[in-house]
């Protein structure tokens, strides 16, 4: 933010400096100029080009800014993307096993560092709870059916809180709320089969 403020500041600097010197240096070119035929339009020529790349040089150092910082979003959401989905493969690998082994609960410990980079802080707050029933559920290092549920209903509710955070601005243009498109994941997780 600060550095935006110096920069805007540096080219209101600029275009006061030039438009206040072009007046004067109009003023005085216009009265020495008066005697010759053609140097009048000669200044007003000089002046409206160093205007002119004043504002375009403004205009393309701004326009790459935006460039700038709309890649660096799409990387970031890429980055998301790819922390979230890795989360759910490796839920999904836990979950396939009849018993979860130390080297599963390490791998899970680091995806939850991934994730603290990067994740919203409602995937965080939910991603908690979502660990707290998945710790419980595999005290005995083993995933039972009754077990499964647990971590699948923590795991919906965590995915509302993943979508919210990727395309929660897709979801508001649409005709569906945020409790219903919740509510949907939800009672899809309901009847999940098995």
Do not use: W
């Not at 072009?22 to 002046?47: I, K, M, N, T």
């Not at 018993?99 to 707050?125: E, N």
């Not at 923590?154 to 569906?176: M, N, S, W, Y």
């Amino acid at each position: 933010m600060k550095k935006f403020k110096t920069e805007n500041l540096a080219y209101l600097a600029m275009l006061f400096v030039v438009f206040v010197g072009g007046y004067v240096f109009l003023r005085y070119a216009y009265h020495v100029a008066d005697q010759l035929p053609f140097p009048q339009e000669f200044v007003l020529v000089v002046l409206g080009t160093i205007a002119t790349i004043l504002i375009t040089a403004m205009l393309l150092n701004k326009q790459t800014e935006v460039e700038l910082k709309k890649e660096q979003s799409i990387k970031f959401v890429e980055l998301k993307s790819e922390a979230y989905l890795n989360l759910l493969d490796l839920v999904e690998e836990l979950m396939l096993k009849e018993t979860v082994s130390r080297d599963d609960l390490v791998k899970m410990q680091f995806l939850s560092h991934r994730l603290s980079i990067v994740a919203a802080p409602g995937v965080l707050c939910r991603y908690e709870h979502f660990l707290r029933a998945f710790d419980k559920s595999t005290d005995d290092a083993r995933i039972d059916r009754r077990d499964s549920d647990e971590i699948n209903q923590e795991l919906g509710k965590l995915c509302v809180e993943i979508r919210r955070d990727l395309v929660g601005e897709v979801d508001d243009a649409t005709d569906f709320s945020r409790l219903e498109i919740s509510r949907q994941i939800q009672a899809n997780v309901d009847h999940l089969p098995g």
